[in-house]
């Protein structure tokens, strides 16, 4: 081991029992400052790439002539019975182990004796730490791709089967425009695209390889970095500089902040899905697997999943202000606070997969209620197409929208509905609104007019649906087909 296994002894317990403070000074480590250090308990998650890495690392050391080829196959298969002792729960922690690197090779140095001590040449757990959790968290963004590309997939399924249905659009949460409930599904969808690209995009970034860069200033056997990286599969290919590549915490942040964003995209979703399933709005209501009932209430049907998804998106927001936070202010290479990082990183990455899959259940059972969206939709939201009208007959729009506005003025003046001034009424206004002006008080027309790509007449909704099936087909199909 480069570095000891317990800390250097404090200063004699004599001197420092006479102090105040002395009581906590026995010579030894202070049994809590060993609980403060230890990361144990929670990165010993990671011994199955630990143990890779460490294999990788034998096998680089023999091709460097460090290790002998039956030195090194001991140690690999040394490791292979410490990973089969943690696979199957037998793995005794001992006193010591403060880490999942000092445990494994502790583990593996009683397996096979001092040979186990020649793993460790040249290599820190500078290098060792950040190339596990690259490992580590490059699977678990596959992961999370996955589970995002089936979310997309449940709402663009449910936008071409649910194409017909209209719902009110808001804009400042006041009535705007007639839109499809599809469009609404697509919306979405577009976001947890650009989410998913977001993961991709980091992916060769997170899957770079440190190890080979010792504690800071490189490693000085000659160890072939490029061998390592094909031998765990890290598709970035090395890190460029020892001192970054033990320094660097990037691939954290920038995967804690395209979590965030993707949650703060499930918030988003959730919301409106909390305000659409709300007494007077009734759009849609959730399955029991995703709602409770209150305890007073009998009439009550909570959307806890969906509150749920709101409030974690604030939770992973204060990871990344976390893991900022930590990394701000560090000297360059690596430093202990570092380690404070990790939970957060675990937090963020379990709570991902969760909240997508909920998302993913409660999407995937949500009943639509489409006569209660339907009589949502109210006359004023057809006011832009009464001034639409009047363009189409030669009117700048500057003109139309105040003609428009004025009609919807004489309605409101005779609390009457927009669609029920008469013609007669609408001529007083501006003499080019003939009989053909009946046509506008449709929701359907208002929809279907807006057949720009991107828009939500039925043509350019099931469009959308199509580009983002063929987007999954893509990435689903892998880097090799694109
Ligand atoms: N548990 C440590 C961490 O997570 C491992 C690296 C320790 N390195 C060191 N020089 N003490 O950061």
């Avoid at 010792?214 to 290919?237: H, K, Y």
């Avoid at 189409?392 to 669609?419: I, N, Q, W, Y």
């Amino acid at each position: 081991m480069a570095q000891a296994t317990s800390a250097p002894a404090a200063p004699a317990p004599s001197d420092s029992t006479k102090k105040l403070w002395g009581g906590r000074f026995t010579g030894k480590t202070d049994p809590l400052m060993e609980k403060f250090n230890e990361s144990l308990p929670f990165d010993k998650r990671l011994w199955a790439e630990d143990i890779k890495g460490s294999q990788a690392y034998a096998k680089a050391l023999a091709k460097a002539g460090i290790l002998t080829h039956v030195e090194a196959a001991s140690i690999v298969d040394g490791l292979s019975k410490v990973a089969e002792e943690w696979q199957s729960g037998v793995f005794v922690v001992k006193p010591g182990d403060e880490d999942i690197h000092t445990a494994n090779e502790r583990r593996l140095t009683e397996l096979i004796g001092a040979v186990g001590g020649k793993l460790h040449t040249g290599r820190s757990r500078n290098d060792q730490v950040a190339t596990d959790y690259r490992l580590w968290l490059t699977h678990q963004v596959a992961v999370m791709r996955s589970e995002l590309q089936e979310l997309i997939r449940v709402a663009a399924d449910r936008s071409e089967a649910e194409v017909e249905v209209l719902m009110p659009g808001f804009t400042h949460l006041q009535n705007a425009m007639a839109v499809r409930w599809s469009h609404w599904l697509m919306c979405h969808c577009a976001a947890w695209q650009r989410d998913d690209m977001r993961l991709r995009d980091l992916t060769p970034r997170v899957a770079t390889l440190p190890l080979g860069s010792g504690a800071l200033a490189g490693n000085p056997f000659r160890v072939d970095r490029q061998f390592i990286a094909r031998e765990l599969g890290f598709v970035g290919g090395v890190c460029p500089n020892s001192m970054d590549a033990v320094s660097d915490r990037d691939f954290v942040i920038e995967t804690v902040f395209a979590c965030s964003l993707l949650c703060t995209h499930l918030s988003r979703w959730a919301e409106d899905l909390i305000i659409y399933s709300s007494g007077p709005f009734g759009y849609v209501q959730c399955s029991d697997a995703y709602a409770t009932g209150s305890s007073l209430m009998p009439q009550k049907k909570n959307p806890d999943a969906l509150e749920l998804i709101r409030g974690k998106g604030g939770r992973i927001q204060g990871n990344l202000t976390g893991v900022l936070a930590v990394l701000k202010g560090t000297p360059t290479t690596y430093n202990k606070d570092f380690q404070e990082c990790w939970e957060l990183l675990f937090d963020t990455v379990d709570t991902v997969h969760d909240v997508v899959r909920i998302a993913t259940g409660v999407l995937s059972t949500i009943k639509i209620r489409p006569e209660k969206m339907k009589s949502g939709l109210s006359a004023d939201m057809l006011a832009t197409d009464l001034a639409e009208y009047l363009v189409r007959k030669g009117v700048p729009f500057r003109e139309t929208h105040h003609l428009s506005g004025a009609a919807v003025k004489m309605a409101e003046d005779r609390g009457v509905g927009l669609s029920e001034l008469r013609v007669e009424d609408l001529q007083t206004i501006h003499p080019l609104f003939t009989e053909d002006v009946v046509a506008v008080w449709d929701f359907n027309r208002s929809a279907e007019m807006r057949d720009t790509e991107g828009g939500t007449s039925k043509r350019s909704v099931l469009e959308q649906v199509a580009k983002m099936r063929s987007y999954l087909a893509q990435e689903q199909a892998g880097p090799a087909a694109q």
